[in-house]
Nanobody, 120 residues
Framework: QVQLVESGGGLVQPGGSLRLSCAAS????????IGWYRQAPGNQRDLVAA???????KYSDSVAGRFTISRDNAKNTVHLQTNSLKPEDTAAYYC??????????????WGKGTQVTVSS
């Protein structure tokens, strides 16, 4: 089973940026779709971005235009560049394999995530 490890979170001021990384235990070129999710306290875990092995991407309305998902097949890593961060982006961020690009349903186990806190 694929193991994914998230990193790159931290404390940042509103308007700042962070680059999150998701390192896979297998060649990500063999994985059709990988997504980034986030979960704030008291909220459900939601998909914010996804990318296919062909380079197709999708974003939730709340992050479109501010976040960019990308794949580095050579390093078996998926990145989430987060720009123009807002306090409402504060959450634990997780990556996972998606069952299909057209859904938000994860197919793998969850890692520990990486915490993003946006505060002045």
């Amino acid at each position: 089973q694929v193991q994914l490890v998230e990193s790159g979170g931290g404390l940042v001021q509103p308007g700042g940026s962070l680059r999150l990384s998701c390192a896979a235990s297998v060649r990500i070129s063999s994985i059709w779709c990988i997504g980034w999710y986030r979960q704030a306290p008291g909220n459900q875990r939601d998909l914010v971005a996804a990318i296919t092995s062909a380079g197709g991407t999708k974003y939730s309305d709340s992050v479109a235009g501010r976040f960019t998902i990308s794949r580095d097949n050579a390093k078996n890593t998926v990145h989430l560049q987060t720009n123009s961060l807002k306090p409402e982006d504060t959450a634990a961020y997780y990556c996972n394999v998606l069952k299909a690009f057209t859904t938000a349903t994860p197919s793998g186990s969850w890692g520990k995530g990486t915490q993003v806190t946006v505060s002045s």
